[in-house]
């Protein structure tokens, strides 16, 4: 087992610079090579951080010189680009939603048939510091019997509208993330109801907050509230009630200053104000995860299965808020 | 305009003592007596508060020493004395629900006539000065347009189970607060979809936990969470996230004691037990508003179709419960 | 022993006023009396509550229908009252401080003998419910041996100027609290020094903030930080460090809510005003151990030797403050 | 003014660990060189962190492929090393203290002459983004003129006993921090106070605990309480206390869990363990500033004459601590 792990990066936007600069200050990994059509991206990325650039994504999904792919291509590429990796012998760490659509991602699972385990799906808040700890002590049945999830999820502002377009509308886009949280902490669910609102004229989507109610096979519940557009910054919070005691996951600041005056006697800085500052330490924790598996060769968690799990999550989610009725999802036996 | 009001309070059990008690500490009333069937309990709380006492409620309703009654009987009786003390003259503090059928409230109404202002609904919650507060915070526009409220509301311990036999269940009996509440902040209701959970089995009653969501005329959505057994103590929160803030109640305690030792650095004390504690000041701030309607003739609020419409919420909660679909309300236009 | 004790309370004022309405709540007590040289303030308070007024002092601390008094009169008349009532075989609730000299306390400890147990010194924040359970915990051994303690008390605005000239200075009119409390947490203490700051020029007295730092037979460390003036209310804390942990007490305020905007994202409510609201429990608690005690004939704890020795505290403070020094006190061995 | 600084560090040891990898994180720092006598410690950091290492620290302070140096040798090795580095045109980070006598800081200050301001002492905590912020915000005098500052700072555990005999002893070693702070906060000091404790009979240092009170020619007053040994973690909090309202600096925590259970209602994670954890992001923010003055030509800050102040008056509270008198310093005119 090879000591560190030589990745390249597909896409060199936003998330892709996370996870670039991630690797680079990751111990166990190298990061070799940044790939984006838009030559220039990838290059000023790979400059500032000592790695090689190129604009043919195939080329680096392929390279001799590279052990695992992270997929931070636009979603219609996340399945190619994944299939190709996999087949070229690589790890791959997708960002998520695997797809659009249920029905991709099970020709991308039946695509990959035996080599799953070898993809990883980037639901990073798994790994936010806070969520694990909150998981773990759930497991180890700090809180006794799971009942009641409430997961509160509010993004500061609205993305620009051109990436709305494309984004799948807000159940798949950013409730996914809940959706997935929600399976992680009271697995399989049975049901989902979603009530919708459009709320800003100016976002173009037909949702842009939402509240759900998940029921779980265990008999628990979870409710997640969104929103696109939270004043007070990125809202991001947990909890869980169980039989012997509730665990929470309390919204983060950057400082930890309080003023007392007399206007008010308790005034706390602002909020992570979204998530490259809030789940900073997930993306490192997400990444050794990675690294860990594909140098050892164990199964990679989240799974592709789970990607699947949360996107049909989220198109029931979008039925059930369309028709105004609750949605029965087949549970796999 | 009299000076002080001369209060009967019919009913010695616990909440008639917490109200008798409320009476005798209040500037402006005079707890004149306390009328139960159980001669000796009416007795014993008259004797501690220089109050007379009788076994006759009628006589209590009726009495010529008597401005105002507060109405602390078991629920079915709560309609009959009303309409006894309300034929007599009488201004009534009515305990809540107003009855278990919304029937029962139609037609109570009906007899009162165009003395319904006469009549307050004991929604204690409205007057706790931390819900007050925000509710004329949100009337003045501080957190914008309101957008989702969630609430929380968790009993420490389920009531005993001959109490549970005659409750009405968990959403005519709890949910019913958190109902009002709903109303209070975002207004009208259209529709109401609801989970319910029978999670331990000690308790005797369809439903020991729920989850509601409300939408509302306004376009706002409501969430409440309750349970009915809550290890951490009485769990009673609010949060009303509007357009530019969220305002939130949290959890009160006793003591503002923090211990910071090797096993964690910052444990608080246990929440105010229940509701006796956490919602002592909301009676007294119930009284004082019933006292000043009563003594100047304005109309009572809440008034006895906020009871109906709390009921009505909690009766359709129950049928979509019960048959997973959501309900959908008739608004007064 | 009787069951409930007949109490006169001396002085119709703020203080006064306080424990009348205390006395009148309280189950085990009977307001009989209020007296005060201003008949229609005695008249007026007592008729609010139930009692009978006189403008005569002496009566009342004689009176054979009382069994214990509250003096609540100006500083110089707390010895010779608490004489009288003692010399009639009443029980007093003495206000601090007990004098403004300690040769006066001395002079009054000689003249009780051994009715010195019959007299509680009215150091109130030993009766906070927070306070309390701080003490008990520390006696209970939860933070392990105390190393220090970090007390801070500001009030919200100065007194009027008339009050200040005849306060006796900040550390015996407002420091003696602090220096009661810091004994009471970490005993005897056997060295002090004080830096006084003279920082409102509005404000006619020497001093108007201190910093004091203690050092107990215990090996113990006090620190204690007063101002006049804190513009964010009354800020109460107290700090208990100690081998295996350590204990705070920290603001509390009247209301739970927290609003989260654009300009920050957790602004709490106001501190309990003033003494009035944040000690309102701890009078209650008082009176309830002073009835007790003088029910049952235990001495009354806190002691006129107590409040002997925060009076030499607080004139060795003042002593420090203007010498530069620090001044070593005689521990009784 | 070149794009990026060529930076060596001098010493291999835990701090000198941190100064390298804040360096290999940086934008606009790049580290090429690392220093120690033990040549593989050396080696090993430099091959982690793709630097060039050497045994030679005088090879190093003066090598042409460096533009800077962060001494972070022993103590007694800060002044001598700086001084190479600044006679070979070098910009220098200094670890604190300085040194452990004042007049051996003279002595570098008189040889520095001209060059001084081409030297940063290491006081970390001023780059704190909370500490900044507090700061930031007293300047823009958002509490209005300051009064009272209090810091607590104790340390989870003391260091080995081989440190602790050449660590100058809590004040230059531990409270040093805390002076310059105050310093920062308040302005020039004119008296110190301290009083020492030796509480823990493992410790072999003189004291292990302390409290200070200085005095500040502005008329502001400083307390600052240390402990070694802290068992509920690293307690590192800030208040300033001014006219118009209150800025406080809290404890920091890895988690944004809490825990509510039957045992109590509000349980957070442990404190940031150490100073690492701490004051990452104020190592990288100090690191920052150095390079911006250093690319410059600005002088530097906190400069050696800072490092001068906080030991004369870590001198100050030990001969304080020892005599039990207050001592005044000469504050420079």
């Known amino acids: 087992m090879a000591d560190r792990l030589r990745i390249a990066v597909?896409?060199?936007?936003?998330?892709?610079a996370v996870h670039a600069r991630t690797i680079r200050d990751h111990d166990r990994a190298e990061l070799v090579l940044v790939a984006d059509p838009d030559a220039a991206?990838?290059?000023?990325?790979?400059?500032a951080l000592g790695a090689d650039s190129t604009a043919d994504a195939d080329a680096a999904l392929t390279s001799d010189a590279v052990d695992a792919v992270v997929v931070a291509s636009p979603t219609p590429l996340h399945v190619p680009h994944t299939l190709t990796?996999?087949?070229?012998?690589?790890?791959?760490?997708?960002e998520k939603p695997v797809a659009l659509e249920v029905a991709a991602v099970d020709a991308c699972i039946e695509a990959l048939g035996e080599n799953a385990g070898r993809v990883m799906v980037g639901f990073n808040r798994?790994?936010?510091?806070s969520v694990a700890e909150v998981h773990a002590r759930v497991q180890a049945g700090q809180v006794g019997t799971v009942e009641q999830v409430t997961i509160v999820s509010r993004d500061p502002a609205p993305p620009p509208s051109e990436y709305l377009k494309v984004s799948g509308g807000i159940f798949k886009d950013m409730t996914i993330h809940d959706l997935d949280m929600a399976r992680h902490l009271i697995g399989d669910i049975e049901s989902v109801h979603a009530v919708g609102q459009h709320l800003d004229p100016e976002v173009e989507d037909v949702y842009d907050a939402a509240t759900l109610t998940l029921t779980a096979t265990s008999g628990a519940v979870a409710v997640i509230v969104n929103s696109r557009h939270s004043v007070a910054g990125y809202d991001q919070r947990v909890e869980v009630f169980g039989s012997t005691g509730t665990l929470e996951v309390t919204n983060q600041r950057a400082s930890s200053v309080r003023?007392?005056?007399a206007s008010g006697t308790e005034q706390s800085g602002p909020f992570l104000p979204f998530f490259l500052e809030r789940y900073r330490r997930a993306y490192a924790a997400e990444l050794g995860s990675f690294i860990e598996a594909a140098l050892s060769g164990a199964p990679q968690t989240p799974s592709i299965a789970d990607g699947r799990a949360a996107l049909a999550l989220?198109?029931?989610?979008?039925?059930s808020a369309r028709t105004g009725t609750t949605i029965d999802l087949e549970v796999a036996s």
């Not at 597909?10 to 892709?16: L, Q």
């Not at 989220?314 to 039925?319: P, V």
């Open 10 to 16: 597909i896409g060199a936007g936003r998330i892709g």
């Open 41 to 47: 991206a990838a290059a000023e990325l790979a400059a």
């Open 85 to 94: 990796a996999v087949a070229a012998g690589k790890a791959v760490l997708m």
């Open 126 to 129: 798994r790994f936010d510091p």
């Open 259 to 261: 003023l007392h005056d």
């Open 314 to 319: 989220a198109e029931a989610a979008d039925r």
